[in-house]
């Protein structure tokens, strides 16, 4: 038994009155943000399956990025299960004697929660037409919940829409890097804001994914409460309608299960209030530009730890599809895929082939023969060679192409990294309107060949190219 399962068979037998034993502390493959454990226990009365949710690495809970904590989180969670939202019930909050860092314990909900599957697998079928009304109502029930009566307005940042499109904009200038789409996205929002509303307590990562679903009651349990604020309820409609989250299938915005017709119904039906459809696509917007800069955040974490996975540089190179989704949105038209070259050198072998044989490894001996977070890990380890083998044959012409752009749009010559420096300080100080003839068609064309590069399986990157 290691300190870890020793440490949490302590804090068991001291909040369960009827554990016998640990058998099994598993964490699972999702979770880049926060970790998650499936663990199986024996009882007197039988076996029982709990989670367990702590920070990365067990280090202090950070909120470095506005999250509530989570203490809070944990508080959020019972709060909702009590004005009638599924939700997991808290069994014990960590404290510092128990030595597993900060987190909580919770029931274990047996259901559904890869977003791919609730959109695809059969065994949905006959429960997806609900799924959109019922998450109006949900999130109705959410935005319902009495911020004062509760206190929840003095352990919970309020933030208003301008505030929060400033803050994720300046989360991201702290990256040192130029990403053009980004600051116009940003630029876009600042202009187009919405009409203010009464502020009220905000999910903040309501999506497919983050929803357990059951086939036959639909949606059982609402995860993941840790970036909560109290903001404008519409944010939490127009997330769940963010293309990242519809796992493909476009025809479906709502999670790729629904309407948003369907949303916007069950949501009146609870709350009584009026939808603003301007407002919706606003927050949309929002969605993508949000995880645009949440992508590079996840990266920045690994450059700078505790959580060195593969997984966070993979993240990372997903800032594109939200870019992508951003051009779809506010400027939408549709541009010629980049073609790619065949591969070249005189080594013996390529340095293609030798990320190749990596990666075929990874995918037909490391998976097959390995499980759970492993297999998991293997396969986005595999991803990542995909994305240098495409940039080995489409980065250079894509460069070059964004280069001569770039010179043409402000004017003289410079480096390809100076001229977007330019172009980013350009939008970011307002000196640059964002109707600036050929603006549009060259942030277009650079935003498409990087998805061209990190995912061309994007649905995005296939509703932008011809």
């Not at 609730?118 to 065994?123: N, S």
Request: negative net charge; hydrophobic residues 40%; glycine residues 10%.
């Amino acid at each position: 038994m290691t300190d870890f399962d020793h440490d949490l068979a302590r804090v068991l037998t001291r909040v369960l009155p009827e554990f016998v034993s640990l058998t099994r502390c598993a964490r699972l493959s999702g979770g880049a943000s926060q970790e998650t454990y499936a663990i199986d226990i024996e009882t007197r009365d039988g076996p029982r399956r709990l989670a367990l949710r702590r920070s990365p690495g067990g280090e202090p809970d950070s909120r470095e990025h506005g999250g509530p904590g989570l203490v809070v989180e944990a508080r959020l969670m019972t709060l909702a299960g009590a004005a009638g939202v599924p939700a997991p019930e808290v069994l014990h909050v960590l404290d510092a004697g128990d030595g597993l860092g900060d987190g909580f314990l919770m029931e274990w909900l047996s259901g559904e929660t890869l977003g791919a599957k609730i959109v695809k697998a059969p065994e949905f079928a006959a429960v997806r037409p609900r799924l959109a009304y019922q998450c109006g109502e949900i999130l109705a029930r959410i935005h319902g919940i009495d911020v004062v009566t509760h206190g929840l307005d003095t352990c919970m940042e309020r933030l208003p829409t301008e505030v929060f499109v400033h803050r994720q904009w300046d989360y991201y200038k702290a990256l040192g890097t130029p990403q053009p789409m980004i600051d116009f996205t940003a630029r876009w929002l600042l202009e187009h804001l919405p009409p203010a509303r009464p502020l009220t307590l905000v999910h903040n990562d309501f999506r497919n994914g983050n929803l357990m679903v059951s086939p036959e009651r639909g949606v059982i349990g609402v995860l993941d409460w840790e970036v909560s604020h109290i903001g404008d309820p519409m944010r939490d409609l127009g997330w769940i309608c963010t293309n990242s989250w519809r796992f493909g299938n476009t025809d479906l915005p709502v999670g790729g299960f629904g309407t948003r017709e369907d949303l916007i119904a069950g949501y009146e039906a609870v709350s009584g209030q009026p939808v603003d459809r301007a407002a919706l696509h606003f927050w949309e917007v929002f969605g993508s530009f949000w995880w645009a800069v949440g992508a590079l955040l996840m990266f920045d974490h690994y450059r700078h730890g505790p959580d060195k996975t593969v997984e966070r540089p993979g993240i990372g190179r997903r800032s594109s599809e939200c870019q992508v989704d951003c051009v779809n949105l506010i400027m939408p038209a549709r541009v010629a895929p980049p073609e790619a070259l065949p591969f070249a050198g005189d080594e013996f072998p390529r340095n293609d082939e030798l990320l190749v044989s990596v990666r075929d490894f990874l995918r037909e001996d490391v998976m097959k023969a390995t499980q759970g977070r492993t297999q998991f890990m293997a396969r986005v380890a595999a991803n990542s060679l995909d994305i240098l083998l495409r940039d080995m044959q489409l980065g250079p012409s894509l460069r070059a192409a964004e280069h001569a752009r770039l010179i043409q749009l402000c004017g003289h010559e410079d480096t390809r990294e100076a001229l977007r420096w330019e172009l980013v300080n350009r939008l970011r100080d307002g000196s640059l309107a964002l109707d600036t003839p050929g603006l549009e068609a060259h942030l277009r064309e650079t935003v498409v060949g990087e998805v061209a590069i990190d995912q061309p399986v994007y649905s995005g990157y296939k509703t932008a190219t011809l």
